[in-house]
Nanobody, 122 residues
């Protein structure tokens, strides 16, 4: 499975961005997908995950109510809509794929994409 993240950029606090993650290869072998982020000097943290059907989603407490994860299996693409962005959301965002949402929530990732930088100015 190959993952390609895009959509990062510079945005003012309170603004919005939408990240995309295009998947290719044997995507059905790792049906759950998710987003993680890593701020400078910090560990990589879980952000959100979504099941193959889209019926199950999980979010980190820090982004609940502001971020929305979704996917379009016909396009093999996952999205992260980020609203009401805060300075502390500044990080490199990585997309990931794994067996199921519970494993991704625990940081058990089988495939990583390259990161995309999100910078929120205060």
């Amino acid at each position: 499975v190959q993952l390609q993240a895009s959509g990062g950029g510079l945005v003012q606090a309170g603004g919005s961005l939408r990240l995309s993650c295009a998947a290719s290869g044997r995507t059905f072998s790792r049906p759950a997908m998710g987003w993680f982020r890593q701020a400078p000097g910090k560990e990589r943290d879980f952000v959100a995950t979504i099941s193959w059907s889209g019926g199950a989603t999980l979010y980190a407490d820090s982004v609940k109510g502001r971020f929305t994860i979704s996917r379009d299996n016909a396009k093999n693409t996952m999205y992260l809509q980020m609203n009401s962005l805060k300075y502390e959301d500044t990080a490199v965002y990585y997309c990931a794929a794994g067996d199921n949402t519970e494993r991704l929530l625990r940081g058990i990732v089988d495939y990583w994409g390259q990161g995309t930088q999100v910078t929120v100015s205060s």
